[in-house]
């Protein structure tokens, strides 16, 4: 996309507002509920999202003023001197405002590049100070969706929360797969162990749910395609590495719940406005990150210990070694939580 002057109807140049966040995926789809709210509230204003390639896919539907500029920060802009080829590139842009929606070495010393440039500039404010309180059992940390916002606020552009889905204003895409209902999707994986469920427990709640009539759609990458292969029996099919970024928002988008652990699946459930339940382990909503709109206490399964939570994001391995955190959730329990959430939205339809 080539980055050239645009003016308003009155021939004045419209006022630029650049936001830096390059990863990760569930945390760049957390930013999009609050990015689209902004845009939306002031279509006076352009915004530009700088991030991924692969996370640009996210960005379905952006309101009319909202662009994305891919950068590829792993091959063609790495170290110091790709910070400063990424600046050079932004600039071309003159934007009046910077958005820091990361807060790590690389974007803050793109927001400083561009405060010596003149440019009114925020930060997200991430709290570190705080984490060993909220590790403590101290006061939960504000949700990042709030602090996003807060971003904005402080730029000069407060909104409210009008996003609803990428898929609200035009017509949703086929799912490529068909969809039988009622439908939950399970994504059974994290990025760290101590997020992630048991899996031969996991398999129990997909055979549980198969038993009662319920269509299972597991969800994964490529390295779990084959052991979630051998999860398919009638009513659960696995499309772990079938589809690509949209394809899987596309299917996400038709069912009925998407069962997630702490990981970038319940985010991807909020693009489209589709119910979630997220299980938790060595996180908890306590350290911020539970997904847009997801309010309810029925939107979580979590077994709670004096030790939870270990961590802000996630260990490798459970400090105590013995996951009880999440091995003492049994697969009735979440089993019932999926189907009372399936109860719950029947009666909403009615």
Same mark, same amino acid.
């Given at each position: 996309m080539p980055l050239s002057s645009s003016h308003s109807a009155s021939g004045q140049r419209r006022k630029r507002v650049l936001i830096i966040r390059f990863s990760a995926l569930g945390d760049v789809a957390m930013t999009l509920p609050v990015i689209y709210s902004v845009a939306s509230a002031y279509p006076e204003v352009e915004f530009? /999202? =700088?991030t991924r390639p692969l996370f640009s896919r996210l960005f379905i539907n952006p309101p009319a003023n909202l662009m994305v500029i891919p950068i590829d920060i792993k091959d063609k802009y790495q170290g110091a001197k790709g910070v400063l080829g990424i600046a050079h590139r932004l600039n071309a842009l003159h934007p009046d405002y910077v958005a820091d929606l990361h807060d790590v070495i690389r974007s803050w010393l793109l927001t400083e590049y561009f405060h010596f440039t003149g440019a009114k500039v925020a930060m997200v404010d991430k709290d570190r100070s705080s984490r060993k309180y909220v590790l403590a059992g101290g006061e939960p940390q504000r949700n990042y969706i !709030?602090?996003?916002f807060d971003v904005f606020r402080k730029l000069g552009f407060p909104a409210e929360r009008n996003f609803t889905s990428i898929f609200d204003n %035009?017509? =949703?895409?086929g799912s490529p797969v068909e969809i039988k209902h009622p439908a939950v999707g399970i994504a059974p994986f994290a990025r760290y162990a101590t997020k992630t469920y048991p899996l031969e427990l996991m398999n129990s709640v997909v055979l549980m749910l198969a038993k009662k009539g319920v269509n299972v759609y597991?969800? &994964?990458g490529k390295a779990e395609a084959d052991m979630l292969a051998t999860w398919e029996k009638p009513g659960v099919v696995s499309l772990a590495g079938k589809f690509d970024l949209a394809g899987e928002l596309a299917v996400i988008n038709g069912l009925d719940l998407m069962v997630s652990m702490d990981s970038? %699946?319940?985010?991807l459930a909020a693009l /489209? !406005?589709?119910p979630v339940l997220t299980i938790w382990g060595s996180t908890t909503p306590a350290c911020g990150f539970l997904g847009y709109n997801q309010t309810s206490p029925a939107d979580t399964v979590m077994f709670t210990l004096p030790c939870q939570p270990c961590s802000i994001a996630g260990n490798k391995e459970c400090p105590k070694g013995h996951m009880n955190c999440l091995r003492s959730i049994?697969? !009735?329990a979440i089993f019932d939580a999926i189907v &009372?959430?399936?109860e719950q939205g029947k009666r909403k339809k009615e």
């Open positions: 530009y /999202v =700088a !709030d602090r996003y %035009n017509e =949703a895409p597991l969800f &994964g970038a %699946n319940q985010h /489209v !406005d589709t049994s697969p !009735d &009372g959430r399936l």
